[in-house]
């Protein structure tokens, strides 16, 4: 229950729909909540930045990592109608920051996949971000990114991708199963 608002979810009978969720309610962050993210900046200076998820789950099963193997997708436009909502954000409590969010952080842990289906999603998803006009950036693996899907993120806006790179030695790799080695580490 927000407010006067309630949703109700039925978790019996199938997959949950990150769809059918509801979003954080923003009017519950704290302006320094959204300037702490130092990534974009304007005149010097944090902007107000919302982190927004498209996906959770992963595709991978490094052996470090907690995430699952499976992946649940969002609709582009359930994501496009959050980023809207922010860009228009206005906070009506008096000790909240009344600006609205300049800058979207895709906090997937692999924004990025080069499997047909995720990057017809991608497609799609770029296609209103370069409508929309925010500036944006991810984070995703160093495997997931190519100089084609570099220069279309580039042209939505995108201005930053943070990738890990725990190690260049393959044995390592193979050792965390990490699904990736250093001619591909190199290759990007």
């Known amino acids: 229950q927000h407010g006067s608002r309630t949703k109700q979810l039925i978790l019996q009978g199938g997959p949950l729909r990150l769809d059918d969720l509801p979003r954080m309610p923003r009017e519950l962050l ?18 107000k930045t919302a982190q927004i998820m498209t996906h959770r789950g992963c595709y991978w099963r490094c052996n470090f990592c907690s995430e699952s193997g499976s992946l649940t997708v969002r609709s582009v436009d359930s994501v496009v109608a959050e980023i809207e909502e922010v860009r228009h954000f206005r906070s009506l409590h008096p000790r909240l920051d009344r600006q609205n969010y300049e800058a979207v952080f895709f906090d997937d842990s692999t924004f990025t996949n080069n499997s047909p289906r995720r990057k017809r999603y991608l497609e799609d998803l770029f296609r209103e971000l370069r409508r929309i006009g925010i500036e944006w950036g991810c984070q995703t693996r160093l ?4 100089f084609d899907t570099l220069t279309a993120m580039k042209a939505a806006g995108c201005s930053y991708v943070y990738t890990g790179l725990e190690s260049a030695n ?12 250093r ?6």
């Not at 704290?30 to 902007?47: A, C, I, L, M, P």
């Not at 001619?183 to 990007?188: G, Q, S, Y």
Request: net charge negative; glycine share 4%; proline share 2%.
């Open 143 to 146: 495997d997931q990114l190519d």
């Open 30 to 47: 704290h302006e320094s909540d959204t300037r702490t993210f130092s990534v974009f900046k304007r005149g010097g200076w944090n902007v």
């Open 170 to 181: 393959n044995e390592l790799l193979r050792a965390m199963v990490k699904d990736e080695d």
């Open 183 to 188: 001619p591909k580490i190199d290759r990007v």
